[in-house]
């Protein structure tokens, strides 16, 4: 009795080790944006100046104009919002513009190209950008041919409009 309760122990002990040892998966080192805070500064009306700044908590420490910084070029828009999704940050500028860039190193990975209007936010599914952009004014400054701008790849692309 005592030989079986025994192996029924290393059994469990076994199990165990081969349980707890499970490989997390692919790590990689946090970059220098990956904890903090990111602040968006959305620019000044006609000035296209928008721009990213990121505090880090731990130190205090507020640096400007990352984006700028990190890509040698301004980002050049009105920025309306920021999107973290499938390991990559979307800045979205309601002038237009779509930047995709690296979350842990603010580096440019791609762009929207096309005609937007007065793009929103987006979100992605099934390898595509799905835009919200406001559309064209009209003569009373209404925003009646609102759309959804979809992109075929997550890295940018040319835009397809669909109503």
Same mark, same amino acid.
């Given at each position: 009795?005592?030989?079986?309760? %025994? &192996?029924? !122990?290393?059994?469990?002990?076994?199990?165990?080790?081969?349980?707890?040892?499970?490989?997390?998966? &692919?790590?990689?080192?946090?970059?220098?944006?990956?904890?903090?805070?990111?602040?968006?500064?959305?620019?000044?009306?006609?000035? &296209?100046?928008?721009?990213?700044?990121? !505090?880090?908590?731990?130190?205090?420490?507020? %640096?400007? &104009?990352?984006?700028?910084?990190?890509?040698?070029?301004?980002?050049?828009?009105?920025?309306?919002?920021?999107?973290?999704?499938?390991?990559? !940050?979307?800045?979205?500028?309601?002038?237009? %513009?779509?930047? $995709?860039?690296?979350?842990?190193?603010?580096?440019?990975?791609?762009?929207?190209?096309?005609?937007?209007? $007065?793009?929103? @936010?987006?979100?992605?599914?099934?390898?595509?950008?799905? $835009?919200?952009?406001?559309?064209?004014?009209?003569?009373?400054?209404?925003?009646?041919? @609102?759309? $959804?701008?979809?992109? @075929?790849?997550?890295?940018?692309?040319?835009? %397809?409009?669909?109503?």
């Amino acid at each position: 009795m005592k030989f079986a309760y %025994k &192996n029924q !122990l290393g059994v469990l002990a076994l199990f165990y080790l081969l349980v707890a040892c499970n490989d997390s998966g &692919n790590e990689r080192p946090l970059g220098a944006y990956d904890t903090g805070v990111l602040i968006i500064n959305e620019g000044a009306f006609g000035a &296209n100046d928008g721009e990213v700044f990121h !505090l880090d908590p731990s130190t205090g420490i507020l %640096k400007e &104009n990352v984006f700028e910084a990190e890509n040698n070029r301004p980002f050049a828009g009105l920025l309306e919002d920021i999107v973290l999704e499938e390991e990559r !940050l979307y800045l979205v500028a309601n002038t237009g %513009k779509v930047e $995709i860039v690296n979350p842990g190193d603010f580096k440019s990975i791609g762009s929207v190209i096309g005609d937007l209007d $007065i793009p929103r @936010s987006l979100a992605t599914a099934q390898g595509k950008l799905f $835009i919200s952009d406001y559309g064209p004014y009209d003569a009373s400054f209404a925003t009646p041919d @609102s759309y $959804i701008a979809v992109v @075929s790849g997550l890295d940018g692309g040319t835009v %397809k409009k669909e109503n």
